[in-house]
């Protein structure tokens, strides 16, 4: 009984290792790499699993570690995927280390025997074109600006290999976009001048990164295409000089008009040429004496009193008088009346008796006349005295 239990657990272990040794490996291990980006992707036989789910793990280790079987320990990147690839990069595997991989395969608990394959980032890495080319003209030149490729931490490709350089291909454009002239140039610099350009020409660029330690060669840039510059041609200078000289003039006379246009309107507003009223125009000149500040010298005004002149009359000798006076007694005379006197007034005779003389009705005429006369010279003598009367003697004045 024993023997036939035995017998039948060896049959199932040999059946167990047959099916597994049926299952296929994965097969073509490939690194697809750029800088320091790195995948490795495999092919699989499909049939091998039949219509079962197919999962893979891909494990790596330093090579040098080989060397001590007890203390290896493999490092999983990828477990139980089901894609054919597994992304190595955020391992940050070293540039200049060596490196084994393995990829099995795992079907319903069955598993496949590993594959592997050695890895060299700093030999089997591919090398990137350029991370950016710009143009720039330098007269008759053109200045190439490249910035180095550069690595998964955006670092310098050049931290990995110093030796790296440029290869520079550059030709002159044609109006049917066909190449005419080819040239290269080899440049470790990022700054490179291309010399010996026809001026005003277009010229396209396009650049690629090499290393000739293990003989790597990116692809080339995109082209970029610039016209060179030159001397400008004497028509341009016109051109630009009658530009400029329009420019000025149309300036000047806006800014003429302008303020032509201002002086017009603040003479047309502070100074019309249709009046105002009589009144609304004393309005209008008291505003900015009202709204100006006023200093101590400022004008005061006040009530001024203003007596009227007295008149003296003075007895015209007998030659003197006309014709119609020389009825009049010649001693006849008339007081002056003042503001302080008793306001009698009479015609005293020479021989010394006090008595009244009633003038006649010539005599009356005769002395109107008189008086019109004395009027008249006041008013020549004083003309400029013209004032408001208030209450009688009372005149507003400004002193």
Not at 220 to 234: D, L
Not at 260 to 280: D, G, R
Request: hydrophobic share 35%.
């Amino acid at each position: 009984m024993s023997a036939a239990f035995y017998g039948f657990l060896f049959f199932f272990c040999l059946q167990t290792s047959a099916v597994r040794a049926e299952l296929k490996h994965p097969e073509n291990l490939t690194m697809i790499t750029l800088n320091t980006n790195y995948t490795l992707t495999w092919d699989w036989d499909q049939s091998s699993s039949e219509s079962a789910a197919v999962n893979f793990t891909t494990q790596y280790v330093a090579k040098f570690r080989l060397r001590s079987k007890k203390s290896l320990v493999w490092i999983t990147a990828c477990e139980k995927t089901s894609h054919r690839s597994c992304d190595l990069t955020k391992f940050s595997l070293y540039f200049l280390g060596i490196y084994v991989l393995r990829v099995q395969a795992n079907v319903n608990g069955n598993v496949s025997a590993w594959v592997q394959k050695e890895f060299c980032p700093d030999e089997d890495a591919d090398l990137g074109p350029p991370n950016k080319v710009d143009l720039s003209p330098a007269g008759s030149d053109l200045d190439i600006f490249i910035s180095d490729p550069v690595t998964s931490t955006n670092n310098s490709m050049k931290e990995n290999h110093p030796e790296l350089y440029y290869h520079i291909v550059y030709w002159e454009r044609s109006a049917g976009q066909q190449a005419v002239g080819t040239q290269t140039l080899d440049s470790s610099a990022n700054i490179v001048t291309l010399p010996n350009l026809r001026p005003w020409t277009w010229y396209c660029v396009r650049v690629q990164s090499c290393y000739d330690f293990y003989n790597k060669k990116s692809i080339f840039s995109s082209p970029h295409c610039m016209q060179t510059e030159g001397a400008t041609p004497w028509w341009q200078i016109l051109v630009y000089f009658l530009l400029s000289l329009g420019t000025v003039f149309l300036v000047m006379l806006l800014s003429l008009s302008s303020g032509f246009w201002c002086y017009k309107t603040l003479k047309e507003t502070w100074f019309p040429s249709v009046l105002l009223p009589t009144p609304f125009q004393y309005l209008r000149d008291d505003i900015p004496r009202l709204l100006s500040p006023q200093s101590d010298s400022e004008l005061l005004c006040d009530k001024v009193t203003i007596e009227p002149p007295f008149l003296n009359i003075h007895v015209l000798p007998p030659e003197a008088v006309p014709a119609p006076l020389s009825g009049l007694q010649p001693d006849s005379r008339h007081s002056r009346q003042d503001s302080s006197g008793s306001g009698d007034s009479g015609v005293y005779s020479t021989g010394g008796s006090s008595s009244l003389r009633q003038p006649n009705s010539i005599h009356s005429s005769t002395l109107a006349k008189v008086f019109d006369l004395v009027h008249v010279k006041m008013e020549d003598m004083a003309p400029a005295l013209k004032a408001q009367h208030v209450n009688e003697d009372v005149v507003d004045m400004c002193v």
